[in-house]
């Protein structure tokens, strides 16, 4: 092999090594810039004064709703903490056994204001925690392997009187 094959060998790998380089970048900032991060839309912000609990129950007569309103600021604050720390759910198609009745949490600045707000949380199915701001829904919804236990935590800071089962 002549050295002007050589280099031209050396020149053309030394391109393919560049572009593969390139091309791997370009796939890993893809990735990134896809991957799953939460916006500030999915997060409940700060500046709740009143949190609201509505807890569907049924009793044998019919069905009945259970509201807590929660002032204690240290509360709201540990609430909004968990809910901000789930993660975005796997977006799902259909989903079966999605029969529970939700459970929602709001945040308003005062009790005679709109709360600005709204996490409902469906266990049954496929566990999702569905974030609404001011009145439109987000997507992703939130959700991951601790929703569950973050759903009982949570429970368990608004109304300790509750049993600790989803």
Not at 21 to 45: C, D, H, N, Q, Y
Not at 55 to 80: C, E, H, M, Y
Not at 115 to 128: A, D, M
């Amino acid at each position: 092999m002549s050295v002007a094959t050589t280099r031209g060998a050396q020149r053309l790998w030394g391109r393919v090594a560049v572009a593969g380089l390139f091309v791997a970048a370009s796939f890993a900032v893809t990735a990134s810039g896809t991957a799953a991060t939460k916006s500030a839309r999915e997060s409940i912000p700060a500046g709740a004064h009143v949190l609201y609990w509505a807890d569907p129950a049924f009793a044998v007569s019919g069905s009945r709703s259970t509201q807590v309103v929660v002032t204690n600021l240290s509360v709201i604050n540990r609430v909004r903490a968990l809910i901000n720390a789930l993660p975005l759910s796997t977006p799902h198609r259909v989903c079966p056994d999605d029969m529970m009745i939700p459970v929602a949490v709001s945040f308003a600045v005062s009790r005679s204001a709109t709360p600005y707000s709204r996490v409902v949380f469906q266990l049954g199915g496929c566990p999702s925690a569905q974030v609404f701001q001011h009145g439109a829904g987000v997507l992703p919804t939130l959700g991951g392997s601790t929703l569950t236990s973050t759903f009982v935590a949570i429970r368990k800071l608004v109304d300790p009187s509750t049993t600790a089962a989803a």
